[in-house]
């Protein structure tokens, strides 16, 4: 064992004296980041409020974005796609695969150990030579030997190695976060439509039953001969045509329901969402400051993690211009008889290194150095890029936010000028001032009035996700610092 300790010391020692590593240290490239948002100034700023959580404990589960909206049935929804979503369960064990790559990449910084035993029975074969004939012998072999092979990261290209694979699984992490919240994101965006058409068709439902009472007056006054049978035929139309949209209503609420069952890993047959009498209202959500953008999207964060990987590759790259060292050592047992195999003078040993250096390659580790760099310059321009991409669609959604406020206003008051058209037309005619045409006419506009105010409500609602979403949602750069700790806090496992 004295050879193990000699070679642990050669290697120590060596390690000491190199401490290098080949190829550029990384720094975080540069991004382009506004002051301030440009939807957020001026009008965009008076019309936002505060962020009002639905729970205060907020600080106590940063995910759980959705509770601005203060609805428990899509709390409860939302909590099982962490739970029960097949692309998170896919996503997540990409995560892991890239963990035990980086511990793999780990794993070459020690020595391989191996041991060796065998033994055998063998005849030689008999020989002939000119003066006499020898026959062939029959005898046994034992040995055993332990063998130790390191390769001393003289340049860093282990390092580096390291470097990426860590990198890589944190860019996976980030991957992690962000179809977490694609995933959030798409389920609230479904169950807010879903409410919609929920609302739909309760107006639906208020209207038929305001049509049949109209279309009752008018077949009575038909009856006293002071209406036409158009009158009649018109209500009728109107009626049927609007009993049609409530039916109607029906094939896209099944569909989203279909599809929020899939989103929380359930199979459609097995789920269902009761209706609700209430419609959720849209909070009020500022923007962060663009700076913060950068530490809470995950998108650009694993952008950026890759970014560093690119940069560790071209160290790993650079070192292949260097020689490898490599220890080998073994020691051992050789005898002929199992029971004389551990004696003292049946050991054998040896020990020493190996240095391995390509002399001419025609330029091939040149060309990868240049691939490397070329990787590298693609991930920065990719990771500069997904930051504007992201600045872009929180000064979409700002806009969207703040004019949508604008138009809920004004078509509120459409709505109340539609309705009270409707009922002062509905009144003169039936005091036989102006035809059921008129009617038809007010009471459509109403109807068309009521439901551009309700896909206002629902656009204001799927505005406030994409808003959120846009901005990370509850996810932050920090989570990280920490592989192990990214993977429990990004799933939670059944």
């Known amino acids: 064992m004295a050879v193990f300790g000699r070679m642990a010391g050669v290697a120590i020692t060596t390690a000491l004296l190199a401490g290098c590593a080949v190829g550029p240290d990384y720094l975080r490239p540069s991004a382009p980041a506004p002051a301030a ?29 959705w509770r601005v909206y203060g609805d428990p049935v899509l709390d409860g929804l939302e909590r099982q796609v962490s739970i029960s979503n097949q692309t998170l369960k896919a996503s997540e064990a990409a ?39 020898v026959t062939g012998s029959i005898g046994n072999a034992f040995s055993s030997s332990l063998s130790a092979s390191w390769e001393l ?51 639906l439902t208020a209207t038929v039953a305001a049509y049949t009472q109209a279309l009752q007056i008018t077949r009575n006054q038909y009856a006293a001969g002071t209406a036409a049978r158009a009158d009649v035929v018109q209500a009728e139309t109107q009626l049927a045509s609007t009993r049609a949209q409530l039916v109607a209503v029906g094939i896209q609420r099944a569909q989203l329901e279909h599809a929020i069952a899939v989103l929380i890993g359930k199979p459609p047959a097995e789920f269902a969402i009761a209706a609700d009498e209430t419609f959720p209202t849209a909070p009020m959500i500022p923007a962060g400051l663009p700076s913060v953008l950068l530490e809470r999207r995950p998108d650009i964060a694993a952008a950026e993690r890759r970014v560093a990987a690119a940069n560790a590759e071209i160290g790993i790259a650079v070192a292949a211009y260097y020689p490898t060292v490599t220890l080998t050592g073994s020691s051992g047992f050789s005898a002929s008889s199992l029971g004389n195999l551990l004696q003292a003078s049946n050991n054998v040993w040896s020990v020493g290194p190996q240095l391995a250096m390509t002399l001419f390659d025609a330029g091939a580790r040149g060309a990868k150095v240049d691939a490397a760099r070329a990787v590298f310059d693609q991930t920065t321009a990719n990771y500069r890029q997904i930051v504007l991409t992201g600045f872009q669609q929180v000064e979409d959604e700002l806009a969207a936010s703040r004019i949508l406020v604008q138009q809920a206003e004004v078509q509120a008051q459409a709505v109340a000028s539609a309705e009270e058209a409707e009922r002062l037309v509905f009144n003169q005619y039936r005091a036989g001032t102006v035809a059921y045409t008129n009617v038809v006419t007010a009471q459509a506009t109403a109807l068309s ?30 989570q990280l610092s920490s592989p192990p700790v990214a993977a429990a806090s990004a799933i939670d496992k059944p």
């Open 37 to 65: 948002f440009k939807e957020q100034a001026g009008g965009a700023a008076a019309s936002l409020d505060l962020w009002r959580t639905g729970d205060p404990q907020d600080a106590s589960d940063r995910g759980a974005w």
């Open 95 to 133: 995560f892991r695969q890239a963990q035990a790559v980086a511990e793999e990449a780990r794993a070459s910084f020690f020595p391989t150990l191996s041991l060796d035993a065998s033994g055998q029975r063998a005849k030689t074969a008999s020989s002939r030579t000119s003066s006499k004939s």
């Open 153 to 203: 990261d003289l340049w860093g290209s282990i390092r580096r190695t390291v470097e990426s694979d860590e990198a890589t699984a944190e860019a996976t992490a980030a991957d992690l976060a962000s179809a977490r919240l694609s995933a959030q994101a798409s389920l609230a965006t479904d169950y807010f439509e879903l409410r919609s058409e929920d609302a739909l068709a309760r107006l």
């Open 449 to 478: 009035n009521k439901q551009t105010a309700l896909t206002i409500a629902q656009n204001r609602l799927t505005a406030s996700v994409s808003l959120i979403q846009a901005l990370g949602g509850g996810w932050e750069y920090s």
